[in-house]
DNA sequence: CATGAATGAGTGTTCATTCAT
DNA sequence: GATGAATGAACACTCATTCAT
C-alpha cells in the first residue's frame, strides 16, 4: 500500500523539476549544482534521488515534459482545414508561445538540452525524438499542400520542414540571448514568407491573422 | 626584447585552440578537463595558463575566432552585384561551408557556445557582437532590395534578417544531432524560398546555382 | 500486555538477523546497507529499528548468536571419558561443522566481525566472550590431561588451548578466501597431530575418528 | 623529464601508506576517511589521488607491501640445514616479529584485509597470492622432512602447510583482540609441537630456541 | 619561459536513521 | 505496532588553478 498519493508523489515530481528548470534557465545545467535545486525546491538531497536518480535524469525528465507539450501544440495546430493553414497555425502556436517569460525560461532550458545533445547520447535520443515527430507532421502537411496545389514551391517536403523547424529554433536562440527581444515582427515575417510561397488565395486570411497577434502582444 | 618570436607565441596558442576545439567539440566545454587539453596539445598546464587566463577564455578566444572567420565571409559574399543575388551568395556561403567535416566539428563548439552564452555575460557579449554584425548587413541587404524593388515582400528589414540568420542556426543545430544530414536539400529549399521571394527577374539565376549545388554534392 | 505474542516477536528477529547473515555473508557488513537487509527481510526499515537500534546491533546480535552455538558444540564435546578424547570431540564438532555450507556463510560473516572488533570495543567484548568460554575450557582439559598423564607434552595450557583454537580460526579463514577447500585433509592432520602430541594409549581410538570422518566425506 | 626525483615520488607514496596504515589500524578501513588520511599524511586530496587512483588502491597497496615482506621473511628462513630447522625458522620469524608494535599495527590492518577479501575479488586475488606462496614453501619443507625421515608425521603436506599458516593467523587474530597478549608463551607451545611431531634428534635444538626466545621477551 | 606536482574548495551522491501517518 | 517518505551529515573523488623549481 503506497503511503502517499500518486498525487502527491506527482507533485513533488513537479516541485524538483520547477526548482531545476529555474537554476538551469538561469546558470545553465553544469553550473547548477544539486544544493541548489535542494534549496529552490525545499527539500533535502535524499528527497531529490528518491524521485531521479541523477541530476542527468532530471534534464531528461525536463526535455521529455518538453516534446510531450510540443506534441500536444502541434496536434491541436493539426486540426486545420487545410495545409497552408495548418503551416501558419504551427508558426504561430510555437512563435507565438515565447511571449509569455515562462515558456522563454523553458525555451532557455531547451538551449542547454541542445547542446547537451552533442555529449549525450541518451539525451540527443530525446531531442531528436522530439524533433522528429514534428519535422514528419510538417513534412506531411506540405507534400498534402503540394499535392493539392495549395502549396507552390515545388521543393523536398522534409527539407522544408526542417527549415521550418529551423526558423523556430533559430528564433529561439536570438530570443535567449536578447531577452526582450519581440516575437511580433518575426512571426509577421515567417507568416508572410508563409504566405508568399503558398499559392495566392491563402494572402487575405494570413493578413488577417497577423493583424491578430500583433493585437494579443 | 621579447625572448620568443611573436610568431611562436601566435603558433602556441593556435596550438591550445586547436586542441581546445577538438576537447569541445567532441565532450562539451564543462566535460573537457584542463588536462584533456594538456594533453592533446602537448603543451603543460603552466603553458596554457601563459596563454590563456582561464578555461573560459579559451571559449571566448575561439567564439572569437569564430566571428573574425564570419566577418570574411560575409565580406566576401557583400560584393554582389545586387540585394538579392547578395543574399544567396551569403546563404550559399554560410550553408554550403557545412559540408566541410572541420567546418561541423567548429559548429559543434559553436552550439556549446551558444548554450554558455545564457549563462555568461561576457560569451553572451561575443555571441552577440558575431550576431548583430550579419544582421546589420543582411538587413542593409534587404532594405536596399526592397527600395530597389528586387524584393518583393513588405516586412520589416531587420525581422527578415533574423529569419535568415535562424534558416542557418537552425540548420547548425539539427546537422550537430544529426552528423550524416545533407546540406543539400535544404540548401535548396533556402534558395527556393529567397528566390521565389525576390522579384521574378532573380529566378533564372538561382535555378542555376541550385543546379551547381546539386553537381558538387 | 503485548499486543503481540513474543514467538511473533521472536520469528520477526529471527527474520531480520537471517536477512542480514545472507547481505553480510555476500557483501561483508560494511557495503549491506540497511535498504538491502529491509527488502531480503520483506519488513520495512521501521520495523527494524523497533526490534534494533541500529545496524551495529544487528552485528553484535548475530556475534552473540554465534557464541551461544559455540558454547552448545563445546558442551556437548566436553562430555568426554578422557581429556584427549574431548580434544579430538571439539576439534571434530568444529571443523566438521564447516562441511555444512550453511555454517560457512556464517563464518563468512564472522570473518567479518573478527575484523570489525578491531574497531569496536562492544563487539571486540562480544568476541573475547566468545572466545574466552572455548579457551578456558579447552585450558582445562589440556591441564587434565597433562596432570592424568595423557597429555606428554609439558607446556602452558593455556597457550596450548590458544594454539588448538587457532588452527580452527586460521582454517576458518583459508576456507573464507577458497569455498572450495575441503575439511577433511585438514582435520586429518589436526587430528594426526593431537594424537602424536598425547601419550600413546589415545592413538587407537584416533585412528578410528580418522577413518570415520574419511568415510563421511 | 621528471620534475622531482623518484625517491621523492617513492617517499611521498610511502607517506600516504603511513598514514592510511595508521588509520586504518585504529579505525578499519571504512570507518577511515580519506580526510583522515589526508590530515594524517599531510598532504592534499589532490596529491593522495596523484599516487592512488581509488582509497581500494591504497589497501591493496598495503596488502602488497605485506606480502613482498612475507616473502622476504620466508625466503630467509628457508636456507635453514634441515626441513625441520627450516619450520622452526618459519614460526620464529613469523610469530616473533609480533612482538614489535609496528607489526602489530600492520598486522591488525592485516586482519580487515583477511575480511576485506571476502568481499573484494582483487583483495582476494592478493591475499591468496600471498598465502600460497607460503603454503608451497611450508609444503616443500614438509614432504622433504617426511622423505628424508626427520618429520615421522605422515600426513598431507599441504594440509600439514595449512596447520602452520592457521597457527600463525588464528594467533595473529588473538593478538589483535588482546593487545598484550605475549608472544612467548604461544611460540613456546609451537615449537614443542614441532619438535615432537618430528623425529626424536631435533628435540634438543629446539630445547635451546626456545629459551633464547624466553631471553629475548 | 616552461614544468608538473600540489592544492583544496567543491561536486554528485549515499544511506543510517526518524517520525508523521 | 507498522510504514516508507524524508532527512541531512558525510563521503569519495575531481579539477581549475598555482607556483617552486
Known sequence: VPKVSAAHLESRRRQILAAALECFSRQG???TTMQEIVLRSNLSPGAIYR?????EEIVQAIADE???HE????AAAQGAPDPAEGLRRVATAFLGALDDPEE???R???VQIWAEALRSPRIRRLVRRGIDGPRAALGELIRRGQASGTIALPVDPDAAARAMIALFHGFVLQQAW???LAVHPYLAVVEAAIDR???QPASRSLRRRSRAAKARA
Open 29 to 31: 545545467f553544469h553550473r
Open 51 to 55: 524521485y531521479f536518480a541523477s541530476k
Open 66 to 68: 518538453r516534446h510531450a
Open 71 to 74: 506534441r500536444e501544440v502541434l
Open 104 to 106: 522563454r525560461a523553458r
Open 108 to 110: 532557455r532550458v531547451g
Open 178 to 180: 536578447e531577452p526582450n
Open 197 to 199: 510561397l503558398l499559392a
